[in-house]
């Protein structure tokens, strides 16, 4: 089946730590894309990647980290900068003017 | 800056009742609009893509409409039902972004009571 698929679904992160979360996509999609989302706001834009071995940052990128090493695979890192990092975390790949697809969530508490 | 609005932010209905439900943006430069639905936890699912050419686009009971004039979209979901209940939301991909940055409004959340 294509789609997306994020993992772990739930990451403790203790004060201090840097954590990883995993997206990969086999829908052949150039681009994907990491959003934050909090309680009562929409999605936020933390980075993007068009092509392989090239990312931009979003609107939040500060406290984040991506890589961009293969086509099928965009993981995002949360460093120990990133002081409120609690929160729920989305992945999405689309085609040029296609549909946006969705991964399952991942969601990150600070212990 | 593309801004993308969803009025009422909550939104309560008996089982059966038609769903209206709005987006406003403020730029009429876009691409395209996408309807998706979130469970509680759960991903976003895609429900429907209008194309800036489309006046709307249909899915089963799902038919979603587009005034790009306006900065309108406005889904309906015909005789809805309990499994209707979700949060809709609606994004934006603006003209001027060539890769598709979607801009998302905050929500519409839907409660369906039988």
Known sequence: DGGITQSPKYLFRKEGQ????????????DAMYWYRQDPGQGLRLIYYSQIVNDFQKGDIAEGYSVSREKKESFPLTVTSAQKNPTAFYLCASKGWN???????????TVV | KQEVTQI???????EG????????????????LQWFRQDPGKGLTSLLLIQSSQREQTSGRLNASLDKSSGRSTLYIAASQPGDSATYLCAVRP????????????????????
């Open chain 1, 98 to 108: 296609t549909e946006a697809f969705f991964g399952q969530g991942t969601r990150l």
């Open chain 1, 18 to 29: 840097n954590v990883t979360l995993s997206c990969e996509q086999n829908l052949n999609h």
């Open chain 2, 8 to 14: 009422p932010a909550a939104l309560s209905v008996p």
């Open chain 2, 17 to 32: 009742e038609n769903l209206v439900l709005n987006c406003s943006f403020t730029d009429s430069a876009i691409y395209n």
């Open chain 2, 95 to 114: 003209r001027a972004d060539s890769w598709g940055k979607l801009q998302f409004g905050a929500g519409t959340q839907v409660v369906v009571t039988p």
